[in-house]
């Protein structure tokens, strides 16, 4: 194996569990798209991951699991009150999405975020071997580029932000904007969900720091730092075999028998998160019916929304806020035996879900502002009968590549209804021309496209 192909990969979360107990005890590996990219180049060239279990306290020695080191980094049940619930969550989160919320500026937040990124950067500096590739993920690592580089000068270090890089007048909000901007161009390669996020990065990087050069190449320290835009993908090929499966096929009739076979099925699938726009989506919804074109003997809305951060209180009181308006649509327009929202607050098994996308004529993908919004590729690569219609927001990164989908603003309400009502009416050879474009663009890129393209880029410089 040569030294020179390795790969150290550093994420806030490890993609793996500790699953048993005592000398038992083992790795497993937790589903999700960025392993599932990931892994495989790790298994090729072998390296290391880098994060966190996601418990607080002392964490577990580093261990060898699939052909690659695991190594976690502890965080102790104060930092991740600060670093992860804090900074992360409720400063640069809602900073980084359009302010939607308002960011909570904290000092005592500050120190722990610095202190916990100087530690992933030590253990990264640990795992490495002399000329390994370091890719660093996501905003709540943006310091380790810089700490990383310090320690070791030697390696190439490529870092890939999963959400969107705010407009340099709302990013000059933050009391600590050059100390991040100078975080991230301690790499040699800083990537984005999209061209914008990108050029707002190096607008951003030449009014806050000494680095000068255009959008996608800045001098800084007296280095290049590449600056593009990496738009991720999803496992594709996996999406196409489970929904062409007769078991998911099956599972998508029963959906569709149980809501009633005449009836049409608008799908929402979030993390119910304020980004995602769920309740923004739920008065468009109150609009649609009250409209009165479609009432509920012919349109059902779902909604299926898997709680996520429920200890900020901003996530606590946005789902009261979108039960309550479930009620109220529901109130206002369902019939006995006839529902007009069914809204699930669950996580689904990744098979159900394509149970669901195939059985949706409707996919409304509505968030407010997101970096990619990876449902919107899972719905289309779902629809191996090239059925289905995506509606899918302007401020969804994803809508740079499904340019086919009906994009809406989902703050404009009578629009979006319209959207809806539009989407259902699609005549269907056109919605069957606009669904096969929108799946050659997510089979000519996945996700596996998506990380050799970051890496060849890092590794060429
Ligand atoms: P998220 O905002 O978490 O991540 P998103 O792209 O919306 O990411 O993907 C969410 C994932 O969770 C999808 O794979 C989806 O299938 C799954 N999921 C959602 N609801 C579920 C449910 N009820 N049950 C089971 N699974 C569910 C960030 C950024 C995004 C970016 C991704 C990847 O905010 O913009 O696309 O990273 O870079």
Same mark, same amino acid.
């Given at each position: 194996m040569a030294a020179t192909s390795r790969t150290v990969v550093i994420s806030n979360r490890l993609p793996v569990q500790r699953v048993g107990k005592g000398p038992s005890a083992r790795w497993q590996t937790s589903p999700g798209g960025l392993v599932t990219a990931i892994e495989p180049i790790l298994r090729r060239s072998g390296g290391a991951w880098v994060g966190w279990t996601g418990v607080a306290g002392s964490s577990p020695r580093p261990?060898?699991? @699939?052909?690659?080191?695991?190594?976690?980094? #502890? $965080?102790?049940?104060h930092e991740v009150e600060t670093f992860y619930h804090g900074f992360s969550n409720s400063t640069l989160w809602p900073l980084y999405h359009d302010a939607i919320r308002t960011p909570e500026f904290h000092k005592d937040w500050w120190g722990p975020?610095?202190?916990?990124?100087?530690?992933? %950067?030590?253990?990264?500096?640990?795992a490495a071997r002399k000329g390994d590739l370091v890719w660093v993920h996501d905003f709540h690592l943006q310091l380790v580029p810089h700490y990383l580089r310090e320690l070791r000068p030697d $390696?190439?270090?490529?870092?890939?932000?999963?959400? #969107?890089?705010? #407009? @340099? @007048? $709302?990013?000059?909000?933050? #009391?600590w904007r050059t100390q991040i901007l100078e975080g991230l161009l301690g790499a040699d390669l800083v990537g984005f969900q999209t061209h914008a996020g990108a050029q707002n990065f190096s607008r951003a990087a030449r009014a806050f720091t000494t680095a000068d050069g255009?959008?996608?190449?800045?001098e800084f320290d007296g280095r290049i730092v590449a600056v593009g835009s990496f738009p991720i993908s999803i496992d594709t090929a996996w999406? @196409?075999?489970?929904?062409a499966d007769p078991a998911t096929i099956r599972d998508a009739h029963a959906i569709r028998s149980r809501i009633g076979p005449s009836r049409k099925i608008i799908l929402s699938v979030d993390r119910l998160d304020y980004t995602k726009g769920i309740d923004t989506r739920l008065q468009a919804i109150g609009e649609f019916f009250r409209r009165g074109r479609y009432g509920v003997d012919d349109v059902v809305f779902i909604q299926v929304a898997v709680p996520s951060r429920e200890r900020v209180g901003d996530y606590a009181r946005l789902r009261t806020r979108i039960e309550q308006m479930v009620g109220s649509v529901n109130g206002e327009y369902s019939v006995p035996g006839r529902v007009a929202v069914h809204y699930f607050r669950r996580s689904l098994q990744r098979e159900e879900l394509v149970a669901y996308y195939r059985a949706a004529d409707v996919m409304a993908v509505t968030p407010l502002r997101d970096g990619m919004n990876l449902v %919107?590729?899972?719905?289309?690569?779902?629809?191996?009968?090239?059925?289905g219609v995506l509606v899918l927001s302007e401020f969804a990164g994803a809508a740079r590549e499904l340019r086919r989908a009906l994009l809406v603003n989902p703050r404009d309400l009578e629009a979006t209804a319209s959207r809806f009502e539009e989407a259902l009416a699609l005549p269907k050879d056109d919605a069957r021309h606009r669904m096969n474009i929108l799946r050659t663009v997510v089979r000519r890129h996945d996700v596996f496209e998506w990380a050799d393209t970051f890496i060849g880029a890092l590794r060429r410089g």
């Amino acid at each position: 194996m040569a030294a020179t192909s390795r790969t150290v990969v550093i994420s806030n979360r490890l993609p793996v569990q500790r699953v048993g107990k005592g000398p038992s005890a083992r790795w497993q590996t937790s589903p999700g798209g960025l392993v599932t990219a990931i892994e495989p180049i790790l298994r090729r060239s072998g390296g290391a991951w880098v994060g966190w279990t996601g418990v607080a306290g002392s964490s577990p020695r580093p261990a060898t699991h @699939e052909g690659y080191t695991v190594r976690p980094v #502890p $965080l102790s049940s104060h930092e991740v009150e600060t670093f992860y619930h804090g900074f992360s969550n409720s400063t640069l989160w809602p900073l980084y999405h359009d302010a939607i919320r308002t960011p909570e500026f904290h000092k005592d937040w500050w120190g722990p975020y610095v202190e916990v990124n100087r530690r992933f %950067a030590r253990a990264a500096a640990a795992a490495a071997r002399k000329g390994d590739l370091v890719w660093v993920h996501d905003f709540h690592l943006q310091l380790v580029p810089h700490y990383l580089r310090e320690l070791r000068p030697d $390696l190439r270090i490529g870092f890939f932000l999963h959400i #969107p890089f705010p #407009p @340099e @007048e $709302l990013f000059a909000w933050l #009391p600590w904007r050059t100390q991040i901007l100078e975080g991230l161009l301690g790499a040699d390669l800083v990537g984005f969900q999209t061209h914008a996020g990108a050029q707002n990065f190096s607008r951003a990087a030449r009014a806050f720091t000494t680095a000068d050069g255009t959008d996608t190449s800045l001098e800084f320290d007296g280095r290049i730092v590449a600056v593009g835009s990496f738009p991720i993908s999803i496992d594709t090929a996996w999406y @196409e075999k489970a929904a062409a499966d007769p078991a998911t096929i099956r599972d998508a009739h029963a959906i569709r028998s149980r809501i009633g076979p005449s009836r049409k099925i608008i799908l929402s699938v979030d993390r119910l998160d304020y980004t995602k726009g769920i309740d923004t989506r739920l008065q468009a919804i109150g609009e649609f019916f009250r409209r009165g074109r479609y009432g509920v003997d012919d349109v059902v809305f779902i909604q299926v929304a898997v709680p996520s951060r429920e200890r900020v209180g901003d996530y606590a009181r946005l789902r009261t806020r979108i039960e309550q308006m479930v009620g109220s649509v529901n109130g206002e327009y369902s019939v006995p035996g006839r529902v007009a929202v069914h809204y699930f607050r669950r996580s689904l098994q990744r098979e159900e879900l394509v149970a669901y996308y195939r059985a949706a004529d409707v996919m409304a993908v509505t968030p407010l502002r997101d970096g990619m919004n990876l449902v %919107a590729k899972e719905y289309v690569a779902s629809r191996v009968d090239s059925g289905g219609v995506l509606v899918l927001s302007e401020f969804a990164g994803a809508a740079r590549e499904l340019r086919r989908a009906l994009l809406v603003n989902p703050r404009d309400l009578e629009a979006t209804a319209s959207r809806f009502e539009e989407a259902l009416a699609l005549p269907k050879d056109d919605a069957r021309h606009r669904m096969n474009i929108l799946r050659t663009v997510v089979r000519r890129h996945d996700v596996f496209e998506w990380a050799d393209t970051f890496i060849g880029a890092l590794r060429r410089g």
